[in-house]
């Protein structure tokens, strides 16, 4: 009982303090806005100037779905604020900080301080260097991005658009070649962040999709834990072995923004195993049942390919990796050892300029997404891989208006099990500094869907951020 005191006075703590974070973040900001919204740039000496932007929001979210275990919300509300400081001093040396908070109104366990960007770096014309906390992009594609991986992300607060956080990182990057430049990238990422899993109460918990077991009468319904102290990591060096990737930036035809990579670190996305402490042990010998699981983290070999642009109207992209366990890696059944696999996902996006009024543009978008274990039972798999063979096709209409106010409208479509996901969204901005953001996504699906646990997410949400 002390121990466990001394735990909750431990989080107590480290909550307090994040709270305070948080909070001056929210103050900061708001400072910052006090002043004439002209000068958004201090300037110290003819070198050295500060330049700052940010944003203030409230996000609602609705659940019109009832939920599988009663406390679950149906209506989710977060404050929301980020701020974006950039010192530049000198020719070549800058300074970053880009930190956002997140609070929610009801769940304590989705109160957040991110430090998403918080680097030093040394720019010249051929040469950077970046040291800090570092958001990276590799995203060439509008679904899924199966190659950009170099991120933690926070499936708690949003599993299917998971906010990226900040991981401490070097990057390097050279330029070499006039005409037609090649750029190689080095990133060296010392620390691992684990994922933060939805808790019981998030309507993203995936308990449910975990195996349930009857026991003397009783079912026994696992949970999946948040307890970083728990987490197995599949090697000696636990959430200090080293990571690393090098990446090839190439422009093909004058067009095409080409990339070739290879990576070498903890997936991101964990696997689950029994937290033997918790487990029911029955009276046959060696046979226990769990009640939670915790996170497992193995490294994998990944390399692959990106690629995005333009040809007259027409917008090429696409992302291909193939991944591969450093070690022989057992799946979700824990018989069955996991392969080297391959994912993809491929596709175009054609604009119609000015097609029913003028200056108003519609874009159709068609992306395959798949891997090369569709087909397999979800338990043979090694994580959680929902989208094995869909087809995301979607409008986004334009109106290049001085709001840039735009809509989207697509469906992500599993043409094997029918299974539908609906995602709708409308964006624009109001006097100047006001951005409202409207989305819908929505799930149908079969029995045997990976997603069918989650299907009853579907939800509505709005978004409004003031900007300065």
């Avoid at 190439?250 to 070739?260: A, Y």
Wanted: charged share 20%; glycine share 6%.
């Amino acid at each position: 009982m002390d121990s466990q005191r001394t735990q909750q006075a431990k989080y107590g703590f480290v909550f307090s303090l994040r709270l305070s974070l948080v909070r001056f973040l929210v103050i900061s900001p708001l400072a910052l806005a006090l002043i004439p919204l002209s000068a958004q740039t201090v300037d110290f000496s003819e070198n050295t100037k500060l330049n700052y932007k940010g944003n203030l929001g409230i996000n609602y979210w609705f659940f019109p779905k009832d939920a599988p275990k009663s406390d679950m919300p149906q209506h989710v509300g977060t404050f929301d604020g980020q701020i974006d400081l950039n010192l530049k001093t000198g020719k070549y040396l800058e300074f970053r900080a880009n930190p956002r908070g997140v609070v929610d109104f009801k769940d304590q366990n989705r109160r957040r301080f991110l430090p998403q960007d918080i680097y030093a770096d040394f720019v010249t014309s051929r040469f950077e260097l970046r040291a800090g906390y570092q958001i990276f992009s590799w995203k060439t594609v509008e679904s899924v991005a199966h190659s950009d991986i170099l991120n933690q992300t926070d499936p708690s607060l949003d599993f299917f658009d998971a906010p990226k956080i900040g991981e401490p990182a070097l990057r390097s990057r050279i330029i070499f070649g006039e005409e037609s430049p090649h750029t190689v990238e080095f990133y060296y990422l010392p620390y691992f962040t684990p994922a933060k899993l939805p808790l019981a109460g998030n309507r993203f918990d995936f308990s449910g999709a975990l195996p349930q077991t009857t026991y003397l009468g009783q079912t026994i319904s696992p949970a999946v834990i948040y307890d970083p102290d728990l987490n197995r990591y599949e090697t000696p060096y636990n959430r200090w072995r080293p990571q690393g990737a090098v990446r090839y930036q190439k422009q093909l035809f004058g067009k095409v923004d080409t990339s070739l990579y290879y990576f070498n670190g903890y997936k991101r996305f964990p696997q689950l195993h029994p937290v033997a402490a918790t487990a029911i042990v029955t009276p046959l010998p060696g046979v226990t049942i769990p009640t939670q699981y915790a996170q497992a983290y193995t490294p994998i070999h990944q390399g692959g390919v990106t690629w995005q642009g333009t040809i007259d109207a027409l917008l090429v992209k696409g992302d291909v990796a193939y991944i591969q366990y450093v070690t022989d890696t057992l799946a979700q059944d824990q018989k069955t050892i996991v392969k080297p696999y391959a994912q993809y996902t491929v596709g175009f996006e054609y604009t119609f300029n000015s097609l029913f009024i003028d200056s108003q543009d519609l874009g159709v978008i068609v992306e395959a997404l798949g891997d090369t274990d569709t087909g397999k039972n979800s338990t043979e798999l090694d994580i959680f891989r929902p989208f094995q063979n869909h087809v995301f096709a979607g409008l986004r209409y334009t109106f290049n208006n001085t709001g840039d106010r735009s809509l989207l409208a697509g469906t992500f479509t599993d043409y094997k099990k029918g299974d539908v996901i609906a995602r709708i969204e409308y964006e624009e901005r109001f006097f100047e500094r006001v951005k409202v953001k409207a989305q819908f996504l929505g799930f149908a699906t079969s029995a045997t869907s990976q997603l069918k646990p989650f299907e009853h997410t579907t939800r509505a949400s709005l978004l409004v951020s003031y900007y300065f």
